[in-house]
């Protein structure tokens, strides 16, 4: 299941449909990774909120793109304890992925994210070059599975 929040400030920069987009996404690349059972909320917010996040939970004072919370450290998708529990909250800034994207590409690049912080959600990491590849195949695989 997955439990979506969309900011007013956020909202008036999405284009229609694209929250319901996200969260059929997000749902079928649980159901790839056979966690179907498993929740995840998203909180679509503005460079504001998230930068707060940024500077209380990482002391980086900055907007980011994505931050995600997990509930439980998962070792991977394959670990048994991340079937049917709340996994955490994926929280991604619009404006900085409108930015960095274009208002054009905008739905793809919040899919993109999404599933980059599902994938953080997981236990998985980007700050070493083996975890990153492992992860950017596995960001890839649920990009292509959840593009239906």
């Known amino acids: 299941m997955i439990d979506l929040l969309v900011r007013p400030d956020a909202r008036r920069l999405i284009p229609a449909g694209t929250s319901r987009a996200l969260r059929s996404r997000l749902g079928e690349a649980l159901r790839v990774l056979d966690r179907s059972r498993s929740q995840v909320a998203l909180l679509l917010t503005c460079d504001g909120e998230i930068r707060a996040l940024n500077r209380a939970y990482r002391k980086l004072d900055r907007a980011t793109d994505v931050l995600s ?44 994210l999404a599933i980059h912080g599902l994938c953080h959600l997981f236990g998985h990491d980007h700050h070493r070059p083996g975890p990153a590849k492992e992860m950017r195949k596995l960001e890839q695989r649920l990009l292509r599975a959840s593009r239906g």
């Open 69 to 112: 919370f997990h509930q439980q450290e998962l070792a991977g998708v394959s670990d048994p304890a991340g079937d049917g529990i709340f996994l955490g909250d994926i929280v991604i800034s619009v404006e900085t992925a409108r930015r960095r994207a274009g208002a054009s590409r905008l739905p793809g690049e919040l899919a993109r």
